[in-house]
Protein backbone atom coordinates (compact mmCIF):
# COMPACT_ATOMS: atom_id res chain seq x y z
CA UNK A 1 0.00 0.00 0.00
CA UNK A 2 0.94 3.37 -0.68
CA UNK A 3 0.70 5.59 1.88
CA UNK A 4 2.41 9.48 1.84
CA UNK A 5 4.69 10.18 4.22
CA UNK A 6 2.38 12.12 6.14
CA UNK A 7 -0.27 9.46 6.25
CA UNK A 8 2.47 6.99 7.77
CA UNK A 9 3.39 10.08 10.22
CA UNK A 10 -0.15 10.36 11.37
CA UNK A 11 -0.51 6.33 11.64
CA UNK A 12 2.59 6.42 13.65
CA UNK A 13 0.99 8.91 16.13
CA UNK A 14 -2.43 7.66 16.28
CA UNK A 15 -0.62 4.24 16.87
CA UNK A 16 1.22 5.76 20.14
CA UNK A 17 -1.11 7.86 21.96
CA UNK A 18 -4.37 5.32 21.40
CA UNK A 19 -5.16 4.58 24.53
CA UNK A 20 -4.60 0.07 24.89
CA UNK A 21 -7.70 -1.19 25.86
CA UNK A 22 -7.30 -4.53 27.92
CA UNK A 23 -8.81 -7.84 26.00
CA UNK A 24 -11.56 -8.23 29.07
CA UNK A 25 -12.99 -4.83 27.67
CA UNK A 26 -13.42 -5.59 24.29
CA UNK A 27 -17.11 -7.04 24.22
CA UNK A 28 -18.70 -8.90 21.23
CA UNK A 29 -21.87 -7.73 19.57
CA UNK A 30 -24.27 -9.74 20.15
CA UNK A 31 -25.88 -12.16 17.47
CA UNK A 32 -28.27 -10.21 15.28
CA UNK A 33 -30.66 -13.41 16.03
CA UNK A 34 -29.56 -13.93 19.72
CA UNK A 35 -33.00 -14.25 20.68
CA UNK A 36 -34.07 -16.53 18.16
CA UNK A 37 -31.47 -19.20 18.54
CA UNK A 38 -31.83 -19.42 22.22
CA UNK A 39 -35.33 -20.32 21.72
CA UNK A 40 -34.18 -22.99 19.48
CA UNK A 41 -32.14 -24.21 21.82
CA UNK A 42 -34.98 -24.50 24.46
CA UNK A 43 -37.09 -26.02 21.65
CA UNK A 44 -34.52 -28.81 21.35
CA UNK A 45 -34.33 -29.10 25.42
CA UNK A 46 -38.36 -29.40 25.01
CA UNK A 47 -37.53 -32.10 22.09
CA UNK A 48 -35.21 -34.14 23.89
CA UNK A 49 -37.35 -33.84 26.92
CA UNK A 50 -40.35 -35.24 25.33
CA UNK A 51 -38.16 -37.81 23.65
CA UNK A 52 -36.61 -38.82 26.81
CA UNK A 53 -40.09 -39.61 28.82
CA UNK A 54 -40.47 -43.91 29.28
CA UNK A 55 -42.99 -45.21 27.20
CA UNK A 56 -45.04 -46.01 30.17
CA UNK A 57 -45.15 -42.03 31.21
CA UNK A 58 -47.86 -39.79 32.89
CA UNK A 59 -49.55 -38.45 29.01
CA UNK A 60 -49.72 -35.11 31.18
CA UNK A 61 -46.41 -35.35 31.04
CA UNK A 62 -45.98 -35.28 27.38
CA UNK A 63 -48.67 -32.89 27.06
CA UNK A 64 -46.81 -30.40 29.43
CA UNK A 65 -43.84 -30.82 26.73
CA UNK A 66 -45.79 -30.57 23.96
CA UNK A 67 -47.50 -27.01 25.07
CA UNK A 68 -44.39 -25.72 26.11
CA UNK A 69 -42.44 -26.41 23.20
CA UNK A 70 -45.72 -24.77 21.42
CA UNK A 71 -45.68 -21.26 23.10
CA UNK A 72 -41.63 -21.44 22.60
CA UNK A 73 -42.86 -22.11 18.55
CA UNK A 74 -45.17 -19.11 19.04
CA UNK A 75 -42.56 -16.92 20.41
CA UNK A 76 -40.12 -18.01 17.64
CA UNK A 77 -43.42 -17.26 14.83
CA UNK A 78 -43.28 -13.55 15.28
CA UNK A 79 -39.45 -13.11 15.04
CA UNK A 80 -38.02 -12.41 11.66
CA UNK A 81 -34.94 -13.40 11.82
CA UNK A 82 -32.06 -11.53 10.05
CA UNK A 83 -29.04 -14.52 9.57
CA UNK A 84 -29.07 -17.92 7.92
CA UNK A 85 -28.77 -18.83 11.57
CA UNK A 86 -31.72 -17.83 12.05
CA UNK A 87 -33.66 -18.83 9.30
CA UNK A 88 -32.42 -22.63 10.39
CA UNK A 89 -33.37 -22.40 14.01
CA UNK A 90 -37.01 -21.19 12.38
CA UNK A 91 -36.71 -24.35 9.81
CA UNK A 92 -35.97 -26.95 12.70
CA UNK A 93 -39.47 -25.14 14.68
CA UNK A 94 -41.16 -26.12 11.38
CA UNK A 95 -39.93 -29.12 11.74
CA UNK A 96 -40.60 -29.94 16.01
CA UNK A 97 -44.27 -28.40 15.27
CA UNK A 98 -44.74 -30.73 11.94
CA UNK A 99 -43.39 -33.63 14.50
CA UNK A 100 -41.01 -35.13 11.48
CA UNK A 101 -39.63 -33.67 8.14
CA UNK A 102 -42.74 -33.62 5.91
CA UNK A 103 -42.52 -35.48 2.71
CA UNK A 104 -42.76 -32.99 -0.47
CA UNK A 105 -46.15 -33.55 -1.19
CA UNK A 106 -47.20 -33.24 3.30
CA UNK A 107 -49.22 -30.29 2.50
CA UNK A 108 -50.93 -31.25 -0.97
CA UNK A 109 -50.05 -31.89 -4.44
CA UNK A 110 -49.92 -28.36 -4.91
CA UNK A 111 -46.03 -26.75 -6.03
CA UNK A 112 -46.80 -23.91 -3.40
CA UNK A 113 -46.80 -26.29 -0.82
CA UNK A 114 -44.04 -28.01 -1.79
CA UNK A 115 -42.03 -25.06 -2.44
CA UNK A 116 -42.39 -24.59 1.33
CA UNK A 117 -41.58 -27.88 1.91
CA UNK A 118 -38.41 -28.16 0.02
CA UNK A 119 -37.18 -24.49 1.40
CA UNK A 120 -37.56 -25.61 4.95
CA UNK A 121 -35.84 -29.38 4.03
CA UNK A 122 -33.00 -27.08 2.02
CA UNK A 123 -32.19 -25.03 5.13
CA UNK A 124 -32.00 -27.86 7.35
CA UNK A 125 -29.51 -29.82 4.71
CA UNK A 126 -27.64 -26.66 4.03
CA UNK A 127 -26.83 -26.03 8.02
CA UNK A 128 -26.65 -22.55 10.07
CA UNK A 129 -24.84 -23.97 13.06
CA UNK A 130 -22.67 -20.66 13.72
Known sequence: MNRTPAASRALRIAAMVAPAVPAAMI?????PDA?????GVDLDRVEAQS???PRDADFAKFEALTEKGSAIAKRMLVIRPTTLEGHHAKAKAFVWCADEMPEDDYFGTTTDAR???AIIRDLLEFGGAA
Open 35 to 39: ELLAL
Open 27 to 31: VAAPH
Open 115 to 117: MAV
Open 51 to 53: ANL
